[in-house]
Protein backbone atom coordinates (compact mmCIF):
# COMPACT_ATOMS: atom_id res chain seq x y z
CA UNK A 1 0.00 0.00 0.00
CA UNK A 2 1.49 3.41 -0.99
CA UNK A 3 2.48 5.85 1.30
CA UNK A 4 -0.06 8.62 1.93
CA UNK A 5 2.05 11.04 1.77
CA UNK A 6 1.80 9.79 -2.06
CA UNK A 7 -0.52 9.68 -4.94
CA UNK A 8 -2.13 6.25 -5.16
CA UNK A 9 -2.25 4.01 -7.75
CA UNK A 10 -6.03 5.69 -9.07
CA UNK A 11 -4.71 8.81 -9.04
CA UNK A 12 -1.49 8.25 -10.90
CA UNK A 13 -3.66 5.84 -13.54
CA UNK A 14 -5.98 9.12 -13.91
CA UNK A 15 -8.78 6.74 -12.74
CA UNK A 16 -9.31 8.93 -8.81
CA UNK A 17 -11.49 11.24 -8.69
CA UNK A 18 -11.62 15.05 -9.50
CA UNK A 19 -12.12 17.31 -7.00
CA UNK A 20 -13.20 21.07 -8.19
CA UNK A 21 -10.31 22.94 -9.71
CA UNK A 22 -8.48 19.41 -10.80
CA UNK A 23 -7.53 18.32 -7.67
CA UNK A 24 -7.51 14.90 -6.12
CA UNK A 25 -10.13 14.22 -3.26
CA UNK A 26 -8.57 12.83 -0.42
CA UNK A 27 -4.82 13.28 -1.25
CA UNK A 28 -2.26 15.02 0.86
CA UNK A 29 0.27 17.09 -0.85
CA UNK A 30 4.17 15.78 -0.65
CA UNK A 31 6.37 18.57 1.37
CA UNK A 32 8.29 21.39 -0.75
CA UNK A 33 12.00 21.77 0.04
CA UNK A 34 14.36 24.06 -1.07
CA UNK A 35 14.60 24.12 -5.07
CA UNK A 36 17.76 22.77 -6.55
CA UNK A 37 19.05 23.05 -9.81
CA UNK A 38 18.00 19.83 -10.62
CA UNK A 39 15.13 20.55 -8.94
CA UNK A 40 13.99 23.16 -11.03
CA UNK A 41 14.91 21.77 -14.17
CA UNK A 42 12.73 18.99 -13.17
CA UNK A 43 9.89 21.35 -12.20
CA UNK A 44 10.52 23.23 -15.65
CA UNK A 45 10.18 19.71 -17.41
CA UNK A 46 6.92 19.47 -16.18
CA UNK A 47 5.29 22.73 -17.18
CA UNK A 48 6.53 22.20 -20.39
CA UNK A 49 5.22 18.74 -20.36
CA UNK A 50 2.10 20.50 -18.78
CA UNK A 51 1.75 23.26 -21.96
CA UNK A 52 2.11 20.48 -24.11
CA UNK A 53 -1.08 18.90 -22.80
CA UNK A 54 -2.94 21.50 -22.16
CA UNK A 55 -2.27 23.12 -25.70
CA UNK A 56 -3.06 18.71 -27.14
CA UNK A 57 -5.94 17.68 -25.04
CA UNK A 58 -7.22 21.07 -23.23
CA UNK A 59 -7.28 22.35 -19.59
CA UNK A 60 -11.09 20.14 -18.50
CA UNK A 61 -10.01 17.04 -20.27
CA UNK A 62 -6.14 16.56 -19.08
CA UNK A 63 -5.23 14.77 -16.26
CA UNK A 64 -1.88 14.58 -14.01
CA UNK A 65 -0.86 11.34 -15.32
CA UNK A 66 -1.31 12.77 -19.06
CA UNK A 67 1.18 15.58 -18.07
CA UNK A 68 4.05 13.06 -15.99
CA UNK A 69 3.83 11.00 -19.41
CA UNK A 70 4.60 14.07 -21.64
CA UNK A 71 7.55 15.07 -19.33
CA UNK A 72 8.82 10.94 -18.88
CA UNK A 73 8.81 11.41 -14.74
CA UNK A 74 7.20 9.88 -11.99
CA UNK A 75 3.67 10.83 -11.29
CA UNK A 76 4.45 11.25 -7.91
CA UNK A 77 7.01 14.11 -9.03
CA UNK A 78 4.23 16.21 -10.08
CA UNK A 79 3.08 16.54 -6.43
CA UNK A 80 6.12 17.40 -5.46
CA UNK A 81 6.05 21.02 -6.87
CA UNK A 82 2.10 21.23 -7.88
CA UNK A 83 -0.84 20.60 -5.66
CA UNK A 84 -2.87 20.02 -8.38
CA UNK A 85 -3.43 20.83 -12.05
CA UNK A 86 -5.30 24.37 -11.63
CA UNK A 87 -2.24 25.61 -9.76
CA UNK A 88 0.23 24.33 -13.16
CA UNK A 89 -2.41 26.09 -15.74
CA UNK A 90 -2.80 29.10 -13.67
CA UNK A 91 1.47 29.70 -13.48
CA UNK A 92 1.48 28.69 -16.97
CA UNK A 93 -1.28 31.32 -17.59
CA UNK A 94 0.56 33.94 -15.71
CA UNK A 95 3.54 33.81 -17.41
CA UNK A 96 1.77 34.67 -20.95
CA UNK A 97 1.28 37.80 -19.31
CA UNK A 98 4.77 38.52 -18.30
CA UNK A 99 6.23 40.38 -22.18
CA UNK A 100 3.18 42.73 -21.97
CA UNK A 101 4.46 43.54 -18.94
CA UNK A 102 8.03 44.15 -20.56
CA UNK A 103 6.42 45.98 -23.59
CA UNK A 104 8.25 48.69 -23.09
CA UNK A 105 12.06 47.11 -23.55
CA UNK A 106 10.59 45.57 -27.11
CA UNK A 107 9.18 48.81 -28.51
CA UNK A 108 11.70 50.70 -31.37
CA UNK A 109 12.74 54.06 -29.27
CA UNK A 110 12.69 55.63 -32.94
CA UNK A 111 9.11 54.22 -33.67
CA UNK A 112 6.72 57.02 -35.86
CA UNK A 113 3.69 56.23 -33.68
CA UNK A 114 3.98 55.39 -29.70
CA UNK A 115 0.82 54.37 -29.84
CA UNK A 116 1.05 52.15 -32.80
CA UNK A 117 4.21 50.81 -31.88
CA UNK A 118 2.85 49.71 -28.76
CA UNK A 119 -0.30 47.87 -30.15
CA UNK A 120 1.58 46.09 -32.84
CA UNK A 121 3.62 44.26 -30.03
CA UNK A 122 0.79 43.81 -28.45
CA UNK A 123 -0.84 42.26 -30.87
CA UNK A 124 2.01 40.35 -31.91
CA UNK A 125 1.86 38.35 -28.84
CA UNK A 126 -1.57 37.94 -28.24
CA UNK A 127 -1.35 36.64 -31.93
CA UNK A 128 2.21 34.18 -31.08
CA UNK A 129 -0.03 33.21 -27.67
CA UNK A 130 -2.87 32.11 -29.57
CA UNK A 131 -1.10 30.13 -32.34
CA UNK A 132 1.41 28.48 -29.94
CA UNK A 133 -0.65 28.00 -26.84
CA UNK A 134 -4.17 27.66 -28.25
CA UNK A 135 -5.26 25.14 -25.28
CA UNK A 136 -3.39 27.65 -22.71
CA UNK A 137 -5.83 30.56 -23.77
CA UNK A 138 -8.86 28.68 -23.93
CA UNK A 139 -7.80 27.62 -20.09
CA UNK A 140 -8.54 31.45 -18.70
CA UNK A 141 -11.91 31.02 -18.52
CA UNK A 142 -12.61 27.73 -16.95
CA UNK A 143 -9.96 28.41 -14.45
CA UNK A 144 -11.39 32.05 -13.78
CA UNK A 145 -14.42 30.52 -13.19
CA UNK A 146 -13.38 27.51 -10.84
CA UNK A 147 -11.28 29.65 -8.83
CA UNK A 148 -11.15 33.19 -9.31
CA UNK A 149 -8.11 33.79 -6.82
CA UNK A 150 -5.66 31.29 -8.67
CA UNK A 151 -5.53 33.85 -11.83
CA UNK A 152 -6.38 37.36 -9.42
CA UNK A 153 -2.47 38.33 -9.58
CA UNK A 154 -2.26 38.44 -13.94
CA UNK A 155 -5.39 39.88 -14.07
CA UNK A 156 -4.28 42.64 -11.70
CA UNK A 157 -1.14 42.63 -13.85
CA UNK A 158 -2.88 42.58 -17.10
CA UNK A 159 -5.48 45.62 -15.81
CA UNK A 160 -2.66 47.44 -15.03
CA UNK A 161 -1.20 47.10 -18.50
CA UNK A 162 -4.71 47.66 -20.69
CA UNK A 163 -4.53 51.73 -18.40
CA UNK A 164 -0.82 52.04 -19.57
CA UNK A 165 -1.61 50.93 -23.18
CA UNK A 166 -4.62 53.65 -23.00
CA UNK A 167 -2.78 56.35 -20.64
CA UNK A 168 1.13 55.63 -21.48
CA UNK A 169 1.22 55.60 -17.59
CA UNK A 170 1.87 52.92 -15.53
CA UNK A 171 -0.77 52.64 -12.47
CA UNK A 172 0.80 51.75 -8.72
CA UNK A 173 0.39 47.93 -8.24
CA UNK A 174 -2.67 47.86 -5.63
CA UNK A 175 -3.75 50.85 -6.01
CA UNK A 176 -7.47 51.81 -5.67
CA UNK A 177 -10.00 51.86 -9.04
CA UNK A 178 -10.82 55.30 -9.55
CA UNK A 179 -13.31 56.77 -12.99
CA UNK A 180 -10.07 57.85 -14.49
CA UNK A 181 -8.55 54.22 -14.35
CA UNK A 182 -12.24 52.72 -14.53
CA UNK A 183 -12.35 54.00 -18.20
CA UNK A 184 -9.16 53.19 -19.40
CA UNK A 185 -9.88 49.95 -18.71
CA UNK A 186 -12.81 50.11 -20.00
CA UNK A 187 -11.41 51.52 -23.72
CA UNK A 188 -8.64 49.17 -23.40
CA UNK A 189 -10.87 45.82 -23.11
CA UNK A 190 -13.29 47.71 -25.70
CA UNK A 191 -10.84 48.54 -28.42
CA UNK A 192 -8.92 45.06 -27.62
CA UNK A 193 -11.93 43.20 -27.50
CA UNK A 194 -12.74 44.48 -30.84
CA UNK A 195 -9.00 42.99 -32.61
CA UNK A 196 -9.43 39.25 -30.75
CA UNK A 197 -12.26 37.79 -31.72
CA UNK A 198 -10.63 38.08 -35.83
CA UNK A 199 -7.52 36.59 -34.00
CA UNK A 200 -9.68 33.82 -32.47
CA UNK A 201 -11.02 32.68 -35.63
CA UNK A 202 -7.89 32.85 -37.70
CA UNK A 203 -5.07 31.79 -35.15
CA UNK A 204 -7.10 29.42 -32.87
CA UNK A 205 -9.95 28.16 -34.43
CA UNK A 206 -7.89 28.22 -37.53
CA UNK A 207 -11.27 28.65 -39.82
CA UNK A 208 -10.99 26.82 -43.06
CA UNK A 209 -13.23 29.86 -44.69
CA UNK A 210 -10.55 32.47 -43.43
CA UNK A 211 -7.40 30.27 -45.09
CA UNK A 212 -7.53 31.98 -48.51
CA UNK A 213 -6.23 35.34 -46.69
CA UNK A 214 -2.70 33.49 -45.93
CA UNK A 215 -1.80 36.08 -43.33
CA UNK A 216 1.98 35.89 -42.20
CA UNK A 217 1.81 35.86 -38.02
CA UNK A 218 3.00 39.46 -38.18
CA UNK A 219 1.34 40.92 -40.66
CA UNK A 220 -2.08 39.60 -38.61
CA UNK A 221 -0.70 41.17 -35.61
CA UNK A 222 -0.16 44.56 -37.75
CA UNK A 223 -3.52 44.58 -39.51
CA UNK A 224 -5.29 44.08 -36.01
CA UNK A 225 -3.37 46.72 -34.44
CA UNK A 226 -4.46 48.73 -37.39
CA UNK A 227 -7.64 48.10 -36.65
CA UNK A 228 -7.67 49.27 -33.25
CA UNK A 229 -5.43 52.21 -33.83
CA UNK A 230 -7.87 53.45 -35.86
CA UNK A 231 -10.77 53.22 -33.03
CA UNK A 232 -8.35 54.95 -30.62
CA UNK A 233 -7.39 57.98 -33.17
CA UNK A 234 -9.87 57.73 -36.18
CA UNK A 235 -6.95 57.57 -38.91
CA UNK A 236 -3.65 55.67 -39.66
CA UNK A 237 -0.75 55.66 -38.26
CA UNK A 238 2.15 57.86 -38.86
CA UNK A 239 3.94 57.09 -42.17
CA UNK A 240 6.40 54.50 -41.85
CA UNK A 241 4.94 52.90 -38.89
CA UNK A 242 3.59 50.19 -41.09
CA UNK A 243 5.71 46.98 -41.77
CA UNK A 244 3.58 45.04 -44.14
CA UNK A 245 1.46 47.85 -45.74
CA UNK A 246 1.25 46.10 -49.25
CA UNK A 247 0.13 42.63 -47.72
CA UNK A 248 -2.61 45.28 -45.82
CA UNK A 249 -3.70 46.69 -48.50
CA UNK A 250 -5.43 43.63 -49.79
CA UNK A 251 -7.28 43.44 -46.84
CA UNK A 252 -10.67 44.89 -46.36
CA UNK A 253 -10.67 48.28 -44.14
CA UNK A 254 -13.05 50.63 -42.71
CA UNK A 255 -11.38 53.37 -45.99
CA UNK A 256 -8.38 52.62 -47.69
CA UNK A 257 -5.21 52.26 -46.17
CA UNK A 258 -2.99 55.54 -46.96
CA UNK A 259 -1.36 55.30 -50.67
CA UNK A 260 -3.47 52.08 -51.15
CA UNK A 261 -7.01 52.38 -52.90
CA UNK A 262 -9.27 49.92 -50.67
CA UNK A 263 -10.26 47.32 -52.16
CA UNK A 264 -13.67 46.49 -49.99
CA UNK A 265 -15.45 43.25 -48.83
CA UNK A 266 -15.32 41.21 -52.23
Excluded at 62 to 69: C, E, G, L, P, Q
Excluded at 167 to 185: F, K
Aim: hydrophobic share 40%; proline share 9%.
Amino acid sequence: MPSPSFPSAAIASGRARRAPGGGYAGRQPLPRGPRTARGEAARERIKEAARITFNRMGYRRARVVDITTEAQVASGLFYRYFQDLREIAAELCGEMIAPFLAIDEAMDGDAADRLFEKLRIHHAIQTGNYLRNPGLMRAWVPLSEDSPKSLAAAHADYQRYLEYLVTDRWPEPGAPPSPGSARALMLGYAALGAGEMPMVAYANWRLRSLRPLELAEDALAEWLALIVYRMFRGRDPAPGSLRHADALAALPFLSGLAGHPSPGVR
